[in-house]
């Protein structure tokens, strides 16, 4: 058995091998590219300028950050766990960076597609979690060791609306593989078809990815960093690496099952320049909007996020699977869907707004953990 | 190495909980300079806070025995520089009751301005800086301090100084302003109108934000009088207490203003009262103006070096803060024998303890935040 990469004929390993090099070598690329734009995006947000003092209008800033941060000692606090530490930084990285075997990037160039591909994205992007809490338990560090327990709730709170709102789009085109899914909206984008479960992805995935307003591990006001606290040089890099790369990849996988990917919506095909344009454009638009999210809302408190994920989320990704499951074994036309889809995010944002709006009182809570230090006191 | 307390939370039947303790500064991004608290948490939930203030004492009061009337002036500025104007104002005003000065039409007019100015930069260099504590990302700051630093620009025309204005002078101003100031403070306020516009669609109506300071850290009207705050802290809580209105100086009488009160005394409430009080600013700024008259700045007969008759005085003013007021004893000569500031941030941390226990940890930051403390005035 062979396969073909460039016309020549390989070892399925070797080929698999040399195409994960190729796309890790390309990610870390773009990975600087992203956090150059991001700079500059805020910065415009902000009413600044942005990087301009390292090559034509900053653009080889990156490229600075990285030479400083690789010169940098690597520092590990004299109590830390040695292993636990020093290892962290790979369990962020690497799950990640697998992650991108399944993105199909454009038709035909991916790593492999495999047929579970989604389940595969959702399983392997979660084992990051893992170096998350290794780095807070690591450190010794009590900011760190909060941070990586928010992350661990966090990251297992949101995990599954993110996973229940690909399963409902991926029930609609009836494959788990995400380049059948990017066929299957060949006409119509699937965020037509699925606005809810596009909104519910689009917020877990922000939490995922601990981006504004869900950064509450690495919280910089409260808990200065979070996990990241203790570390220096090139492995703090590596974590910084790993949520651009987790930012890229869930922004591709976004856009491949909801915004359709490297196809364009009304069945024509113009080519390999014409699809690399779209994908670039979609994933960019998707990144651009979690940029935007960053620069104007304030940061969500642990309770509220987590009550976020399970009084809300949860109910309504279980909601839009039912509407899918209905629509799809009694045949109904799909335009039901998009009508079901627009009334029940209009309800989403509504209990939204009357949780947040509810009457001001003192807590309860407040009230009570007084009268135990009064108890305590006498 | 991470100590816990030996008690234990009282839910602990089935397995036993520790409670953490957290050292929270001097160095912190979010305890606005150099301020320690250790907090201990139960989880996220915070069970005691004791603050440690002393960081940034330099003696500031006492060093004022030393020096004469016009020199303490400096000190002044440097006990609250965020709102310089008005510590130099309760200090020139204590001297000027203690020797008795008659200060010009002219001098308090454009005194009231500079006052009024200074609450604006003050109110949004809080401003900024609570959007930061409550998590995003650099924006209301930046916003922030493009107002102030016009503010500011026209400061340094008038002063020579951006923070540290050594302006007022006992019985009037150092030297008159720029020829062209009212038409510079009207530039400004248009654009501070239009910074308070945008503090309101990017702060008070997102609904995250409304999510997080709404209900937090509430105190009662009582319990924030008998814990001694002032200023929009107390305010918020429903108490109707402005000096400028009820002992007016200056000419505080002759403006029309309301005096903004909260309802509930959260953190919203002590946010929204700033602001409001922002739009009042602008309010008093423009009758000012339209007041302010050619004449002399200073009494027609000053002497070189001031002496004051002996005696006691204590002059409160109403400072961005609150009550910023100072206690001067004078045993005749050219310096004060004593001189005490009563610092409005001192007394509203007073109350910190009361507003965090039982609030989340990240609340603990924004409830700090809302309170609106300068260090170096808690300190001195």
């Not at chain 1, 195409?19 to 415009?44: H, S």
């Not at chain 1, 992007?125 to 998350?132: E, F, L, P």
């Amino acid at each position: 058995m062979s396969v073909d990469l460039f016309g020549m004929s390989l070892n399925p390993w070797a080929d698999a091998a040399i195409r994960l090099q190729l796309v890790v070598a390309f990610m870390t690329v773009v990975v600087m590219g992203l956090i150059y734009a991001e700079r500059k995006i805020l910065a415009r947000f902000h009413q600044r300028v942005g990087p301009q003092k390292t090559g034509p209008r900053g653009l080889l800033q990156s490229v600075a950050d990285a030479v400083k941060l690789v010169g940098k000692e690597d520092l590990r606090p004299a109590a830390a766990d040695p292993w636990t530490f020093e290892l962290a930084p790979y369990f962020v990285f690497i799950p990640i960076f697998l992650g991108f075997v399944i993105v199909p990037w454009v038709q035909g160039w991916n790593v492999r597609l495999l047929e579970l591909g989604i389940l595969y994205f959702v399983a392997i992007s979660s084992i990051s979690i893992v170096g998350w809490v290794m780095a807070g338990w690591g450190s010794d560090n009590r900011y760190a060791i909060i941070g990586a327990l928010r992350a661990a709730a966090q990251g297992i709170s949101y995990e599954l609306p993110l996973v229940l709102a690909l399963l409902s789009a991926s029930m609609l085109a009836g494959s788990l593989q995400l380049d059948k899914i990017v066929e299957f909206q060949s006409v119509v984008p699937l965020i037509v078809w699925q606005p809810l479960g596009f909104f519910i992805f689009f917020v877990a995935a922000l939490a995922e990815l601990n981006r504004t307003p869900f950064d509450i591990p690495v919280g910089e006001s409260e808990i200065v960093g979070g996990p990241f606290v203790e570390y220096s040089g090139i492995r703090w890099s590596m974590f910084f690496l790993a949520e651009y790369a987790g930012m890229l990849i869930m922004a591709f996988v976004g856009s491949s099952v909801f915004l359709g990917g490297y196809s364009w919506p009304f069945g024509e095909d113009f080519g390999l320049p014409f699809q690399m344009l779209l994908a670039a454009g979609k994933g960019g638009l998707f990144i651009f909007l979690i940029f935007w999210v960053r620069a104007s809302v304030p940061r969500l408190r642990i309770d509220q996020l987590m009550g976020y994920s399970w009084k809300i989320l949860l109910p309504f990704s279980f909601l839009q699977i039912l509407i899918n499951g209905f629509v799809l074994v009694y045949g109904l036309p799909h335009i039901i869907l998009l009508i079901t889809g627009v009334l029940s995010l209009g309800l989403l944002f509504w209990v939204t707004e009357g949780i947040v709006k509810r009457p001001l009182q003192p807590r309860r809570r407040r009230a009570r953990a007084i009268a135990v230090q009064e108890a305590e006191v006498s | 190495m991470v100590e816990v307390l030996s008690q234990t939370s009282d839910q602990s039947a089935e397995f036993e909980t520790q409670d953490l303790l957290l050292n929270v500064g001097p160095q912190h991004p979010s305890t606005h300079g150099v301020f320690r608290m250790v907090m201990t948490v139960d989880g996220e939930v915070v069970r005691d806070v004791i603050p440690y203030i002393g960081y940034l004492h330099r003696g500031a009061e006492k060093l004022c025995e030393t020096m004469d009337f016009r020199q303490g002036i400096g000190f002044m500025d440097r006990t609250e520089y965020l709102a310089a104007f008005n510590a130099e104002l309760s200090y020139v005003m204590a001297v000027e009751a203690l020797a008795d000065l008659e200060v010009p039409e002219r001098a308090q007019w454009i005194r009231m301005i500079l006052c009024e100015l200074n609450r604006l930069s003050s109110h949004f260099m809080f401003l900024g800086a609570f959007g930061v504590d409550t998590g995003v990302f650099g924006t209301p700051f930046i916003y922030a301090w493009r107002e102030r630093e016009a503010l500011i620009d026209l400061f340094e025309e008038v002063s020579g100084d951006r923070m540290m204005y050594a302006y007022f002078r006992p019985g009037g101003i150092a030297w008159d302003v720029p020829v062209n100031f009212v038409d510079r403070v009207r530039e400004v306020l248009i654009s501070a109108t239009q910074g308070i516009d945008d503090f309101d669609s990017l702060l008070s109506e997102n609904e995250i934000f409304l999510a997080r300071t709404q209900g937090i850290g509430s105190i009662s009207a009582e319990r924030a009088i008998a814990l001694g705050m002032s200023g929009p802290s107390l305010r918020a809580s429903g108490v109707d207490m402005d000096i400028r209105r009820d002992e007016p100086y200056l000419k505080y009488d002759q403006v029309e203003w309301d005096v903004i009160t909260g309802e509930h005394g959260d953190v919203f409430d002590r946010y929204y009262c700033r602001v409001m009080e922002m739009r009042e600013s602008i309010k008093i700024i423009n009758q000012c103006l339209e007041h302010l008259a050619p004449g002399p700045i200073l009494p027609e007969k000053m002497p070189r070096m001031l002496r004051t008759p002996p005696g006691e005085v204590y002059l409160r003013t109403e400072a961005p803060r609150g009550e910023y007021g100072v206690y001067m004893v004078s045993r005749g000569g050219n310096r004060p024998y004593r001189c005490k500031v009563r610092s409005s941030c001192l007394s509203n941390l007073q109350a910190l303890h009361e507003l965090t226990v039982g609030e989340y940890m990240a609340d603990a930051i924004v409830i700090l935040g809302s309170i609106d403390i300068v260090l170096s005035e808690v300190d001195r």
